[in-house]
């Protein structure tokens, strides 16, 4: 029994348009028009328990959306999703207890308390017994090299440091589920690597399934076992890095790189940038 | 196993506190505004009253006690409710609301516990000041029954009014100029309650009785406290009932708030 | 440029500047919605306490003046100094270290411009709204007795308008040494806060300062912040006529050059104690 099922999942966005000018500015006064985005339409896809996956896109083709989706802060407008039984956006309370969510260049943390109050309040809203949350929050740290930073207000941390501490963040209350959104953006070369090295140990060792959502084609390289190409609303590709790479050679001679295979395969489905 | 709700409110409500007293002298400054930026009006009030003697049978310790009500009950009320009261502005334009969304608390727990402002302190003991101070001058006496009604009245005028914000934050979900309309309630509101109701014209005592019930704990229940007769002839058995309309007030605005929150999280940011 | 192109350029201009100013609207009309009944407030309390005839007929000034009063000090509420502007406290910080030594006084005169400038732009449509309100709309509603009355006489008119331009002069004095405090303190949030009751008070925002009590009225006039409001609708009520009219002016005039000199003399100190420290 898969983790994660998402069948036939449909969205549609409607943004209110208004003409330019002052005639324009008038007549929105009167009557509203109306544009509709189809973010999503019919997206399937289940990930078993311990999966890693990597869910790429060019931006608006509803990456983000499905993301929302499954963490529970967006309803769909047709579908089914369950996360180990549960319905992201009915179950809300109990579903979120048992996920983490991280954002990158976001943090979740309050920003004039040191770092390791956050990670206190946190334990508090989790509702983590003291024990597990001393035990989860020594390795944490040790991982991922926060001791030093632990006693410094949020503000004062680099982007790198703050990633860092984010990730810990969102993994004191060790969910079943992790969604990184970006979680390399930003940061410098030592940075990204660290937190791919977290993520694949996390992965590996402990069995944590990982939603990544990424931009940064080395990110997918060095993490992701499968992808998932969302464009149009629609899954494009489902499988391996390589049979990706498969599917858009040329001629058996070449070995495109990453990002020949990403732009190349995103032509070829006509799945153009917004 | 999990802290309930009512034990975590306090540590937020502490961690938002130690986050402010990091900027010491911005929250001293702040809460010596607050206290001296909305006690100026009762120096008109009492200025009017040295000129021109009492007004349609109030004297100043009485129009003190009204204003000092309507401020005691806006502080605290304004102090839990600064999350709905920014909502518009800083929580879903960041996407921080989307955080409270993952987090397997109450909204409103969260939303009360969000920068809950020590500055509104200023305002409280204002409010107190000018409350026992005008006590004093018309030497009203505290028995068992007028504390009891005092602590219920300001119970319904902190349900009025965090109602009132509530409902601000919930049109935030669709447009970010509810903020404005909404002060003209909340501090208009307090503005108008400073004073007693029969000061005013029909169509106002109206508005503050039916459409926003400011004057049902604001005003029916201080003019009891008073013990003095009322020039409006609600009968005896109204006051201690009165501040129930705050409370229902509070219930609208939750089913609201809901509304607004499905519709959120139908639509996307 | 030709005469159809030049006319054209300042119609497209004077539309865009049009239209930015639709985009603010929601705050000016919800502002003007709060001040209508903040004003309408402020006038049934003044009517309730006028409504004793013996201490009313002993008062100062008329109820029908002092409800033209209340109408006038809400729709020129912006003119008053409330805050200090937070990009120039920034400016001063930073660009002074760039900027010549030689110049301190030209930053006062640049400041004091763009501070002005401001300050008028927030003040005309406001005041007009609310003239439109309470001088036009309450008549047309049978409400004349509560609305705001026109000045007792044309000479009484020009005497206030000059006053009102001296007003905004002294304000933007006033915002200036706030500036520059906010600049040499780096805090803002206690400066503002604490200045905001001070200039409701002196200025005759809260009550007319004639309505305040009797002994302590001279030191209400010569204060700085009567200049604000008070002093301008004495010119409008004919209150201060012939020699006095030009004392009123006067004081006001005395307090913008005091409070002008004083925020020079302090920027200058400040940015060289900027300089000096290396920025």
């Given amino acids: ?274 | 196993m999990s802290m309930s709700g009512v034990r975590l409110l306090p540590k937020l409500i502490g961690a938002s506190l130690r986050a402010q007293t990091q900027y010491p002298t911005s929250a001293i400054a702040r809460t010596i505004g607050q206290f001296f930026g909305n006690g100026i009006e009762i120096l008109a009030v009492w200025a009017l009253f040295d000129r021109f003697g009492a007004v349609r049978g109030w004297e100043f310790g009485e129009v003190a006690v009204f204003y000092g009500f309507v401020h005691v009950m806006f502080a605290i009320a304004d102090a839990l409710s600064r999350g709905f009261d920014v909502l518009g502005t800083d929580l879903l334009r960041t996407g921080e609301f989307d955080r409270l969304l993952l987090r397997p608390r109450t909204l409103t727990l969260q939303l009360i516990g969000h920068e809950f402002r020590i500055s509104r302190a200023g305002r409280l003991a204002q409010g107190l000041a000018v409350l026992f101070i005008g006590a004093q001058l018309v030497g009203l006496e505290w028995t068992a029954a007028t504390i009891a009604l005092a602590l219920w009245a300001i119970a319904g005028g902190v349900a009025l009014f965090f109602a009132l914000l509530v409902l601000q934050g919930t049109l935030s979900f669709w447009t970010i100029q509810s903020l404005e309309v909404a002060n003209v309630l909340t501090y208009g509101g307090v503005q108008a309650a400073q004073f007693p109701l029969s000061l005013y014209n029909d169509w106002l005592r109206g508005v503050l009785t039916f459409v926003i019930p400011l004057a049902c704990v604001a005003y029916f229940p201080v003019v009891s406290i008073l013990g003095h007769p009322d020039p409006l002839g609600s009968p005896a058995w109204f006051a201690p009932v009165a501040p129930v309309a705050g409370f229902v007030v509070l219930g609208l605005a939750f089913v609201a708030w809901r509304f607004g929150v499905r519709h959120y999280t139908s639509t996307g940011s | ?279």
């Fill in chain 3, 1 to 279: 440029m030709s005469a159809p192109a030049a006319t054209h350029a300042y119609i497209a201009l004077f539309v865009s500047r049009f239209q930015l100013m639709l985009q603010y609207r929601g705050a000016v009309l919800a502002g003007f919605a709060t001040q209508c009944w903040w004003g309408a407030i402020k006038v049934m309390i003044l009517a309730a306490f006028y409504g004793a005839p013996a201490a009313a007929a002993s008062a100062p000034i008329t109820l029908s003046q002092a409800i033209t009063y209340s109408w006038v000090g809400q729709g020129l509420l912006t003119l008053l100094p409330w805050m200090a502007d937070p990009d120039i406290a920034t400016a001063v910080r930073t660009g002074a270290v760039s900027y010549d030594r030689l110049r301190p006084l030209d930053f006062y005169a640049l400041w004091f411009a763009r501070a002005a400038g401001w300050i008028a732009a927030r003040v005309v449509p406001r005041a007009l709204l609310m003239a439109a309100f309470a001088c036009l709309l309450l008549p047309l509603l049978g409400l004349a007795a509560w609305a705001w009355q026109p000045p007792s006489a044309v000479m009484a008119a020009l005497l206030f308008a000059v006053s009102v331009v001296l007003a905004l002069l002294l304000s933007t004095a006033m915002v200036m040494l706030l500036n520059i405090g906010v600049a040499a303190l780096l805090d803002a949030a206690g400066l503002n806060a604490l200045a905001a009751p001070l200039v409701i008070i002196f200025s005759g925002s809260l009550l007319p300062l004639s309505l305040l009590p009797d002994w302590m009225q001279v030191a209400l006039l010569l204060q700085p912040f009567a200049g604000l409001l008070d002093i301008p609708l004495r010119l409008y009520f004919g209150q201060l006529s012939g020699p006095l009219a030009f004392a009123g002016l006067g004081l006001q005039a005395f307090w913008i050059t005091v409070l002008v000199l004083t925020g020079r003399y302090w920027l200058a100190r400040v940015l060289r104690r900027l300089e000096m420290q290396g920025g």
């Fill in chain 1, 1 to 274: 029994m898969p983790q994660i099922i998402i069948e036939h999942l449909t969205k549609t966005y409607r943004i209110s348009e208004r003409d330019p000018g002052f005639a324009g500015t008038l007549r929105g006064l009167f009557r509203r028009r109306y544009r509709r985005v189809e973010a999503l339409r019919g997206v399937s896809f289940s990930l078993e328990r311990g999966e890693l996956l990597g869910l790429i896109g060019p931006n608006g083709a509803g990456k983000s959306t499905t993301i929302k989706i499954l963490s529970g802060i967006l309803r769909p407008d047709s579908g089914l999703v369950t996360v180990d039984g549960l319905v992201p956006f009915e179950d809300r309370r109990k579903h979120v207890a048992r996920i983490g969510v991280v954002f990158g260049q976001r943090t979740q943390l309050w920003w004039d308390l040191p770092v390791s109050d956050g990670f206190a309040l946190l334990r508090d809203i989790y509702g983590v017994p003291e024990q597990r949350y001393r035990r989860t929050l020594e390795e944490l740290v040790t991982l991922l090299r926060l001791e030093p930073l632990l006693d410094q207000p949020v503000r004062q941390l680099s982007l790198g440091q703050r990633m860092r501490a984010e990730i810990v963040a969102a993994l004191l209350h060790e969910p079943a589920v992790l969604f990184l959104d970006e979680p390399t953006i930003g940061l410098d070369a030592p940075s990204k690597l660290a937190v791919r090295e977290f993520v694949l140990r996390l992965n590996r060792e402990r069995g944590v399934t990982v939603i990544l959502t990424t931009h940064d084609m080395q990110d997918i390289e060095a993490l992701a076992e499968r992808v998932i190409v969302i464009g149009h609303g629609r899954v494009l590709a489902d499988g391996t890095f390589d049979l990706l790479r498969e599917a858009v050679r040329e001629t058996h001679l070449e070995v495109p790189s990453i990002e020949a295979v990403i732009a190349r395969f995103y032509a070829l489905h006509g799945a153009a940038e917004t």
